[in-house]
Each structure stands twice: as C-alpha cells, then as structure tokens.
C-alpha cells in the first residue's frame, strides 16, 4: 500500500503548478474485464473476470494537443462468486486528435487489495486507449492495459502470471 500511495504521491505532487483554469475534475466508471494469464514451459493459459470500475480524475491541459490524466480506480471483477479487489492508477498522456477524440497513452499501477497467498500485490502496465467527447461534460473511454511485471512471489517454480486489463465507461467532468 505504501508503494501506491507514494506513485499517487509522486502524480499529484507533479502537477502542483497546474493552472487551475486549464484543470479539469471529474468521475467515471463502467465495465472492467481482468485477464490472468499463467506461462510455463512455453505453454499459456488465460482466464478472465469481469466486474465494474469506478473512480476519479484529474484532466490537466499541457499544450493545444497534449493532456496529462492522473486517475485512481477501484475495480472489483468477480468470477464464479469470488472478486480480486484492485485499485488502480492509470496515467494517461492524451493526444487531442480532434475536439471530441482522443487516444491516450501511459503507465498503469495497480495493487490488488484482498489477501492472495503467493501473489506480488502491485503492478505496472502499459496502458493505451480512446476516448470520445459525448458533451463537454460527458465522455466515454475504452482502455486496454498489457500487464509488465510477473505477479508470481516464487519465480523458482518456473511459472509466470501478468495481469492485462479492459475498461470501458462514462465519464463526467465537473
């Protein structure tokens, strides 16, 4: 938890000196697909859970075609009855391809809260996605992030496990 807290840290500390006239805040949730794959001896397998995210963010105006969006999120995916809890913090570089659309880039963290024997809690990802501007208030966004780091705690067993994320939502600004 110290680690996340310090990232989080680290990103808000970032942009202190933000013009607050070029800040936007706001909320955004939806659907949120997790995928767990397991290699070993050059054979993969995978097995996904879906849930819902919810969370905040920060939408900072850098140029004329580049934001940077700090977000934390609460995840929950659950698959026959039992959840993995996560919360995750994507950083998103945004390129403003047009007044509505954009396609965003960067770092995603992420720690599973619950109690899981054998897992390395935190995570990073490489994080890519769209989003669309419905109204100057509404949005929606589909992201995909590609899990970097083995989650595995032993790697002498010869097992590697990454965890690769799908969200799609709304968004609201404030």
């Known amino acids: 938890m110290k680690k996340v807290l310090l990232v989080l840290s680290f990103v808000l500390l970032?942009?202190?000196?933000?013009?607050?006239?070029e800040t936007k805040y706001g909320v955004t949730g939806g659907f949120h697909n997790?995928?767990?794959?397991?290699?070993a001896g050059g054979f993969t397998v995978s097995d996904g859970a879906t849930g819902f995210f919810i969370g905040f963010f920060a939408d900072f105006n850098v140029s004329?075609?580049?934001?940077?969006?700090?977000?934390?999120?609460?995840?929950?995916?659950?698959?026959?009855?039992?959840?993995?809890n996560e919360i995750i913090i994507p950083v998103?570089?945004?390129?403003?391809?047009?007044?509505?659309l954009n396609l965003q880039l960067g770092p995603q963290f992420d720690f599973v809260?619950?109690?899981s024997e054998g897992l390395n809690k935190f995570g990073v990802g490489l994080g890519f996605g769209l989003g669309y501007d419905?109204?100057?208030k509404?949005?929606?966004v589909s992201r995909y992030s590609l899990g970097l780091n083995n989650r595995i705690q032993?790697?002498?067993?010869?097992?590697?496990?990454?965890?690769?994320?799908?969200?799609?939502?709304l968004g609201y600004r404030f």
């Not at 970032?14 to 006239?21: I, R």
Request: net charge negative.
């Open 64 to 84: 004329e075609k580049f934001n940077i969006q700090p977000e934390i999120h609460f995840a929950s995916p659950y698959q026959d009855g039992e959840s993995l």
């Open 113 to 115: 809260i619950d109690e």
């Open 92 to 100: 998103m570089v945004k390129y403003l391809v047009s007044e509505k």
């Open 138 to 140: 509404v949005f929606v």
């Open 134 to 136: 419905l109204s100057d």
């Open 154 to 169: 032993d790697t002498s067993i010869g097992v590697t496990s990454k965890f690769d994320t799908f969200q799609i939502g």
């Open 14 to 21: 970032g942009f202190v000196n933000a013009n607050a006239q």
């Open 34 to 39: 997790l995928t767990i794959s397991a290699s």
